[in-house]
């Protein structure tokens, strides 16, 4: 029963005349024809507008970047695994297992990114999941999963679904470990869920820094965003929700 506004892009040099303001008021009139609620993800530049047109805040994530080439800063996670199954160490001696995913998954990924997101995406996970295939790991415990995607300039991860952060880390690891030879020659950025500082302390020892906010935002109501953010580790992006 929602749908999401995304990339309302504006030419820097036509900014300030009300472009993104008629894009944004056609949009909404399309969206309440159809029932459906509209659900962004703002900018700090562009959180002011969505304001005024009636949107609300839900909550927060930012967005974080690690430069090609630079190394994790703190010893351990990813490292020491064979060539099958992989395990990523979490916190606190928590041992968890981590696997690349499987097309047998794929009922347990719905199970558990359905009440996440707030809505069935499957179609576009498994998108996702064929754009960065060393990317693409699951939880051997079923808690948790994580795919990626190959950008333009970067590669990004996300979304990751697990609601505990040892899950969240192991999944991370693996990952990590998984994309070494492409870390080295592109940029990986996440964008984590404010909240989740265990695993925002371990991004900061593995060389990623923060680099910009965002505010998911629906529009009217109390606030109430679609689906259980304390299930959201990472969103798949701005643009994907």
């Known amino acids: 029963a929602f749908a999401w506004v995304s990339m309302v892009l504006v030419l820097p040099e036509w900014r300030g005349r009300g472009h993104a303001r008629r894009l944004l008021s056609a949009a909404l009139d399309d969206l309440a024809g159809c029932g459906l609620l509209p659900v962004l993800d703002a900018t700090p530049a562009g959180r002011p507008v969505y304001l005024k047109e009636g949107f609300v805040d839900a ?139 265990r695993v925002a302390a371990w991004l900061g020892g593995q060389g990623f820094v923060p680099e910009r906010s965002f505010t998911r935002m629906v529009h009217g109501g109390n606030g109430k965003a679609p689906g259980d953010a304390r299930r959201v580790c990472l969103v798949a992006g701005p643009e994907l929700g």
Do not use: K
């Not at 998108?127 to 970067?154: H, I």
């Open 59 to 197: 909550w927060t994530f930012t967005r974080w970047r690690r430069t090609a080439g630079v190394l994790s800063l703190s010893p351990g996670a990813g490292g020491g695994w064979g060539e099958g199954e992989r395990e990523g160490q979490a916190g606190e001696g928590v041992r968890v297992e981590a696997r690349p995913l499987r097309d047998s998954d794929w009922p347990h990924i719905e199970a558990l990114d359905g009440p996440a997101f707030g809505a069935n995406r499957v179609p576009l996970l498994r998108q996702l999941a064929g754009r960065a295939r060393q990317a693409a790991w699951v939880s051997e415990r079923g808690l948790g999963y994580l795919l990626g995607r190959e950008g333009r300039t970067a590669l990004q991860l996300g979304p990751l679904v697990a609601e505990d952060d040892e899950v969240a880390v192991a999944l991370f690891s693996a990952a990590l470990a998984a994309c070494a030879d492409e870390a080295a020659r592109r940029d990986i950025v996440v964008d984590l869920r404010d909240g989740r500082g």
